[in-house]
């Protein structure tokens, strides 16, 4: 028997909410044909103010769908849905991107984020 992560199995549930179909974990992480997978761009930054929203320190990727360990997280901004995780690996409790608090400059709040999921 396939011994499951809990991130393949969240690379799973991704995949069962945007298909409807139930996809093995092992095949979850593979792009449907019809599916182009994009480079996500995110910036998330350490720093935060009251008056100005998200502040440096920062770091920025652009590439393809993966976790990023992201230890120490206070806000984010991305061009695509991604998933705030509060434990390292993308793991624990993770929130979309989409249903974050915007801050003033546009970044979401998201204290305590360990790890980030960029899927397809």
């Given at each position: 028997?396939?011994?499951?992560t809990l991130h393949s199995i969240v690379i799973a549930a991704l995949t069962?909410?945007?298909?409807?179909?139930i996809v093995p974990a092992n095949e979850a992480r593979v792009a449907p044909a019809n599916l182009t997978v994009r480079d996500t761009d995110i910036t998330y930054c350490s720093g935060i103010?009251?008056?100005?929203?998200?502040?440096?320190?920062?770091?920025t990727y652009d590439g393809p769908p993966t976790c990023l360990e992201t230890p120490g997280?206070?806000?984010?901004q991305a061009s695509s849905n991604v998933l705030f995780c509060s434990g390292s690996g993308c793991t624990g409790t993770c929130?979309?991107?989409s249903s974050c608090i915007k801050l003033s400059n546009g970044y979401?709040?998201?204290?305590l984020t360990k790890s980030i999921l960029i899927s397809v």
């Open positions: 028997m396939q011994s499951l069962l909410v945007s298909s409807g179909t103010s009251g008056t100005r929203g998200c502040v440096s320190p920062c770091t997280t206070s806000c984010a929130n979309p991107y979401c709040f998201a204290p």
